[in-house]
């Protein structure tokens, strides 16, 4: 096990080298039981200000709409009644992002009200639409701030939770460190507010069954979330090369003493080299339509080699897709090793599998690409499972 100090090096060494940051805020920081807590939105702001004076990009997503609105309202409990929930949405945003917009404004910059639901981001145009427009507002040093819209948002084209968000929006932006602020020091192995003998866990290398078990154990008072889902997130960052951070938001100074190494909440390693945003979109964004069996040959070239996946090695093509479309990639025992998306419909790939690719245009009367699945499109799962 690595002692306090590899702990610390490890993450400062993370910090260092980070020039895109997604920082998270939950609801229980944002917010009191009288409304929104202007002091922590101030304090976090003016972090937020000197790190990107000193080069670093910042992208938010805030929680606190809705925490915010029941406070407006003056109800106990958030509603339960879905055009209630959403109208309580509407009511506090409006606050939150006027709150945001003041306290940056003090340090001279500007704030950008980037309001998302999950179909926004799965449809490859919407989701290079997104991302083009947050890099326009980093280009022009103005902080998006992001949160779902969740006065149009249902079920089926939800998030979810916040964490979550800010997992896909750490993805889709290609961010170097998610750091998730909330009113918890970190990850503990009980419930700290209930346990004084409960302990943070300083670093997280693998996110194993006893990580979710303590996450488990500690809910999660105004937001969505909880631990649990803020383990998920990690999870999903970490798949795909970046680390996260679970720390204090409220505590003085916490971004700025963390991007000064400090060995402060919970460090969620990276697993392997970040992968391009691209390949996370395609593992993590997209529904598959269908699964191409690979042989072994493939399987290697493919896992290994980092290779595309070829005719020869498509072994059966199930389910009914088309060009451009999601599908698995499967061995012949049936385990998912990957997601692609394929050059060809699912006819024109039956008719060509297992032949050379230059014998796709004899069969085909044309050979518009050598592979089904070109390795620039094409995430394994090892490398990016969630
Ligand atoms: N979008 C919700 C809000 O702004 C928060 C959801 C969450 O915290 O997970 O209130």
New binding site residues.
């Given amino acids: 096990m690595a002692g306090k100090s590899d702990i610390s090096e490890h993450r400062a060494e993370h910090f260092k080298t980070v020039k895109r940051l997604v920082v998270k805020v939950?609801?229980n920081v944002l917010t009191t039981e009288n409304g929104l807590n202007t002091r922590v939105i101030n304090s976090i702001s003016r972090q937020i200000a000197v790190l990107m004076d000193s080069g670093i990009e910042v992208i938010v997503v805030s929680?606190?709409?809705?925490?915010s609105g029941i406070r407006k309202m003056e109800f106990k409990t958030r509603p339960v009644e879905v055009p209630q929930r959403q109208a309580i949405?509407a009511l506090?945003?409006s606050g939150l992002i006027m709150t945001y917009e003041k306290a940056l404004a003090k340090h001279g910059k500007k704030a950008a009200q980037i309001l998302l639901t999950s179909d926004g981001l799965s449809n490859r145009k919407r989701y290079l639409n997104a991302r083009n427009t947050i890099n326009t507002l980093i280009e022009w040093k103005v902080v998006p701030i992001v949160?779902?819209n969740?006065t149009v948002a249902v079920e089926e084209i939800k998030f979810g939770?916040?964490?979550n968000l800010a997992a896909m929006i750490t993805l889709l932006m290609d961010a170097d460190i998610l750091v998730n602020l909330t009113d918890i020091d970190g990850l503990f192995d009980k419930d700290p507010r209930e346990n004084k003998d409960a302990s943070l866990i300083h670093e997280v290398a693998t996110i194993g069954k006893n990580i979710e078990n303590y996450a488990g154990s500690i809910p999660g008072a105004l937001?969505?979330?909880g631990m649990l889902?803020k383990i998920k997130a990690a999870k999903k960052t970490a798949a795909a090369g970046i680390p996260m951070v679970i720390a204090g938001g409220v505590k003085k100074d916490i971004l700025l003493k963390l991007f000064e190494g400090r060995d402060l909440g919970t460090f969620f390693s990276p697993k392997g080299e970040k992968l391009k945003s691209r390949k996370c979109w395609i593992a993590f964004n997209t529904k598959t339509r269908g699964a191409l069996i690979v042989d072994k040959g493939a399987q290697k070239a493919m896992t290994t080699k980092g290779g595309s996946l070829l005719p020869i090695g498509i072994a059966e093509v199930e389910g009914k897709f088309g060009k451009g479309d999601s599908v698995e990639i499967k061995t012949r025992d049936n385990a998912v090793i990957g997601v692609g998306l394929v050059n060809y419909s699912s006819e024109d790939t039956a008719r060509i599998k297992g032949l050379k690719s230059s014998e796709i245009k004899s069969v085909l009367g044309s050979k518009p690409y050598d592979a089904v699945v070109h390795r620039d499109n094409l995430a394994m799962t090892d490398a990016c499972s969630m």
Wanted: charge should be negative; charged fraction near 20%.
């Fill in positions: 939950g609801s929680s606190g709409a809705m925490a949405a506090g945003q949160n779902e969740d939770d916040n964490d937001g969505t979330g889902t």
